[in-house]
């Protein structure tokens, strides 16, 4: 039975519900022992924070700064903070120096907890360009403070300010007080133009965001999430919390490199990921399975082909398999998928909620034929996550991103953009009107910047609006379209579409190195350097083949012609990449111009 009270009063509602009955796993910086922690213990360290937070002066509505990796201190802050109507600003733990000095500022932002020592040593530069900055409280018990940093404490020295609750009659006041309509967090979104802005969301958008997940997302106490996805991310954040107003136990993934080991060793029920997490499962799998011998990898591909014919012709359309289709797909489903789920440490795979990006068909018909329940949906920060989603048990088509969810009303312009009107949607931006007021219809409809369409009641996406590219030639191309269907391929990582105002389609790709050297290694390829070995007739051959194989259902004026092979990763360092992992064309194009000019040079008679 799922706990929808305020958010300030959660924890504590559901302590008295679930006591001593484990709440969080976790492991402290840098250690490798799974630890845990009751529903009893965090409701007491909760109540610590938001006395601690009081001691320090803390005032409802004031903006606190969070900027660390997953934690459980991270939760207990943000819940701290909620206790007594503080309004909690989440940073990536990659964020830029500028981009917290940005942040620190433009919120007025007094206190900042910040994680392990890569966290502590940016915010410790930042504070001469902060004005408002008074302390830093540090989680990571082993970071090196600065000794001419008298102004930062320990996360453990914060909560002797609230030892013994010593506030606590006037806490509790304040969450009688509270408020659906308070602020609860302000998320900045980097965005892919570079564009920083604070999407204020509201006590009031989660509570109606829980509500309407809880119909139609079916997790319960009985459930193990990992927390994979930054609390940053609002998909993470929305998520987390609402599998807490269910009972759910919470996994905190610290290191996301990890998340694969860890979830072989915890074994999570649920988790939610972003697509590329899945193409690199789909990639782990189908590389495995080509490494194997001859009987095994027809074993695997006739299971897969009976698992898709079973999952996808029949169980997504709503259809009963027949007897012997669904006998057969029930022992493979035993045997074959089962020791696939084993090794990914999803032995009792419940549902996997995934979003934040295109979902290539492959991948998809792929996670289902194996036996996991993925999620499809689509939402946005504004939105507080989820729009619309697959319902477990109900018939999905492959390529939508599900039914949209109760109390959202969505409407389509008559350019094609998805348009939004509910009780999850932001009230708008912080301090910027002038964003708000643009990014709302006169009728009050929220613009995504999606174009999409509605059939059968379900959503599909066509493209982001702003990132159609148009060729010199007039045709339109959907960039993200073409790199979801091209990432499936085990030797690329990272790839960006190029088209826009050019005579035809090319595309940046950052291979598999390891792959690729490997591949080099044993057709005998000599190189010297990555540089050398992306140059390379024989490497560039073979890639063009695995494109082509990839692309055949495109239209022909959407497929790559050319592209380049780069010897290092896109990076956020050099601003070619959001804190979320999306591509900032504009920068690409102003850091790879003479790579791209290239690739259209080359083709002039």
């Known amino acids: 039975m799922q706990t929808n009270c305020h958010m300030s009063k959660l924890i504590h509602e559901q302590a008295k519900k679930y006591g001593d009955r484990e709440m969080l796993i976790y492991q402290d910086f840098g250690g490798k022992e799974w630890k845990t922690l009751s529903w009893n213990q965090v409701s007491q360290t909760v109540m610590q924070v938001s006395n601690a937070l009081l001691n320090l002066g803390v005032k409802p509505q004031e903006n606190i700064g969070i900027f660390s990796q997953n934690s459980v201190q991270y939760i207990e802050c943000d819940f701290g903070a909620w206790g007594i109507r503080a309004v909690t600003i989440p940073f990536y733990a990659t964020s830029s120096e ?279 949906g689509y939402g946005l920060t504004e939105s507080l996550a989820t729009v619309s989603c697959d319902h477990l048990g109900d018939p999905y088509t492959v390529g939508s991103v599900g039914i949209p969810i109760d109390s959202i009303d969505i409407k389509i312009s008559d350019e094609g953009e998805i348009l939004l009107k509910g009780p999850t949607i932001t009230r708008g931006y912080y301090k910027r009107d002038d964003l708000t007021q643009q990014a709302f219809t006169p009728d009050g409809y929220f613009r995504t910047g999606d174009a999409g369409y509605l059939k059968n009641g379900e959503l599909f996406l066509t493209e982001r609006i702003k990132d159609l590219f148009k060729t010199s030639n007039g045709k339109y191309i959907a960039p993200q379209m073409i790199e979801s269907k091209l990432l499936v391929d085990k030797y690329i990582d990272q790839i960006a579409i190029i088209a826009d105002q050019r005579k035809f389609v090319s595309a940046l790709i950052i291979p598999v190195y390891p792959l690729l050297e490997e591949y080099a290694h044993k057709h005998h390829i000599a190189f010297t350097s990555r540089e050398e070995l992306c140059r390379n007739p024989q490497i560039i051959e073979m890639m063009h083949e695995r494109i082509d194989t990839l692309q055949q259902q495109l239209a022909h004026y959407e497929q790559v012609k050319r592209f380049t092979l780069l010897p290092h990763h896109l990076s956020m360092e050099k601003g070619e990449l959001t804190n979320t992992l999306k591509i900032r064309r504009r920068v690409l194009n102003e850091n790879y111009k003479a790579e791209i000019d290239a690739m259209y040079e080359e083709q002039k008679n």
């Open 98 to 376: 500028q981009q917290i000095q940005f942040m620190v500022n433009d919120a007025q932002v007094r206190f900042l907890f910040v994680g392990e020592q890569e966290q502590y040593d940016k915010a410790r530069r930042a504070v001469s360009l902060c004005p408002t900055l008074e302390r830093i409280i540090v989680y990571d018990p082993n970071v090196r403070i600065s000794t001419h940093d008298p102004n930062a404490i320990y996360f453990t020295d914060f909560l002797k300010l609230g030892e013994n609750l010593p506030r606590q009659t006037e806490v509790q006041k304040l969450q009688q007080e509270a408020s659906f309509d308070d602020i609860a967090n302000i998320l900045y979104t980097s965005g892919t133009t570079g564009d920083s802005k604070g999407v204020i969301l509201t006590h009031g958008q989660f509570h109606a965001a829980f509500e309407a997940n809880g119909k139609c997302v079916p997790a319960t106490e009985k459930d193990r999430v990992m927390n994979f996805l930054p609390y940053t991310h609002i998909f993470e954040r929305g998520w987390a919390i609402y599998a807490m107003t269910q009972g759910a136990t919470m996994i905190v993934n610290t290191h996301p490199l990890e998340v694969q080991q860890s979830m072989r060793e915890t074994h999570p029920t649920c988790m939610s990921a972003v697509p590329r997490f899945w193409e690199k499962v789909y990639m782990g799998v189908m590389d495995k399975i080509e490494r194997s011998n001859a009987v095994e990898r027809k074993l695997f591909r006739h299971a897969l082909a009976v698992g898709r014919k079973h999952n996808i012709e029949y169980v997504s359309l709503g259809k009963k398999p027949p007897m012997a289709l669904h006998l057969e797909y029930e022992m493979l489903n035993r045997t074959v998928f089962s020791l696939v789920r084993k090794e990914l440490g999803l032995e009792n795979a419940h549902f996997f909620p995934t979003a934040g990006a295109a979902v290539s068909a492959h991948v998809e018909e792929f996670v289902h034929s194996i036996g996991i329940n993925m999620i499809v």
